[in-house]
């Protein structure tokens, strides 16, 4: 019960975080002196995609627990994980497609980060596919670890590809050596990023649950079918 | 399309997104929940019988 409570609290701040960076977004920060407001989506563009690449290390170090412990709540994590992973990754397609059109003239283009981008979202789609057409419990979870793992080679690709490949997109908006943009610019930035955080962090505990929920009641079923 | 309109569809769809994908989630716990207790009961009357 308190673990509900602690979830939903965690569901609220979330919401709460997210309606301030959109305000911070659409008002407090100033416009870009070279994009003008087309910029903004900015603040969308960059947490979601930074939350895609962290459900899918979530999924990766889980699906590691799993083949090393065996422990099937590992399993459901990365399952969920990578749920979540998918739609972000989705959204992240989608916002630079719209942030592209005004600033390149062009919704898509077959450009590293773009495509490198693409293919992490056919990688897990594809995860997702495994899990649904394996029926076995155990083969599931080891082949879904197996992708799991491998699939995330292409995040470092991602982020390396702007720096290895000439490409229209932009260099990273925050490296080692400091951020390319102005204080207030940067704080709604990193605010967005944890507001998207939270939101994956409250998904995810709402998602294990429903997992969790599902093997009691396969386990229920399984019982009931050697009694019967 | 302007500038605003760009923006504007960025965030409904991402925000619009995120809220249908929370709706969804909740309407798939309270699903399982539901089950789960038909087949708690179940189980009950089942050992019950017994």
């Known amino acids: 019960m308190i673990g509900r409570y602690l979830a939903n609290g965690l569901g609220m701040v979330a919401l709460l975080t997210v309606l301030v960076g959109l305000y911070l977004a659409l008002v407090y920060a100033p416009a870009d002196t070279l994009q003008g407001d087309v910029q903004r989506i900015m603040y969308i563009h960059v947490p979601t995609a930074w939350v895609a690449f962290f459900a899918f290390f979530v999924v990766f170090v889980s699906s590691l627990v799993y083949l090393w412990k065996r422990l099937p709540e590992a399993d459901r994590l990365a399952y969920a994980s990578a749920e979540i992973g998918v739609l972000f990754t989705g959204l992240t397609l989608i916002d630079g497609s719209i942030w592209g059109k005004p600033t390149w003239g062009i919704w898509w283009t077959w450009d590293a980060r773009l495509t490198t981008t693409a293919i992490l979202f056919v990688i897990y789609v594809g995860y997702l596919m495994l899990r649904s057409f394996v029926d076995e419990t155990d083969r599931r979870a080891r082949l879904a670890a197996l992708v799991g793992i491998v699939g995330f080679i292409d995040v470092p690709i991602i982020y390396m590809s702007v720096l290895w490949f000439r490409t229209l997109h932009q260099p990273p908006s925050i490296q080692r050596g400091g951020a390319s943009m102005p204080d207030t610019m940067l704080f709604t930035l ?6 998207y955080t939270l939101v994956y962090l409250f998904f995810l505990v709402k998602r ?21 | 399309m302007t500038n605003v309109g760009y923006i504007i569809a960025a965030y409904v769809i991402t925000l619009g997104t ?18 789960l207790a038909t087949l708690a009961t179940d189980e009950g009357l089942y050992y019950g019988r017994r």
Request: hydrophobic fraction near 55%.
């Open chain 1, 208 to 228: 294990v649950r429903l997992e969790s929920l599902n093997a009691i009641a396969e386990a229920l079923i399984a019982e009931k079918a050697v009694h019967d």
């Open chain 1, 190 to 195: 990193l605010l967005n990023v944890g507001a």
């Open chain 2, 18 to 35: 995120l809220a249908l994908y929370g709706l969804q989630l909740w309407s798939r716990l309270r699903a399982m929940e539901r089950q």
